[in-house]
């Protein structure tokens, strides 16, 4: 869980997309290599997809 910040790293420029659980994207942005995001959202369960040039992962994202 996180308050809203959170760190990526091993990735040199990427797009972080956080969608909701019926899908609707909740925000958007692109960040370059061992970046802290920051999100201002509601409390809640929502997924987060990191795509580079080769790779997309998408991971659970808990806001407390």
Known sequence: PTSGTFSVSGVASAR???FNLTGSVV????FAENASVRVDLPTGIYI???SSENVSQSVKLIIR
């Open 48 to 50: 987060a997809r990191i």
């Open 16 to 18: 972080l997309e956080i």
């Open 27 to 30: 925000h958007e942005g692109e």
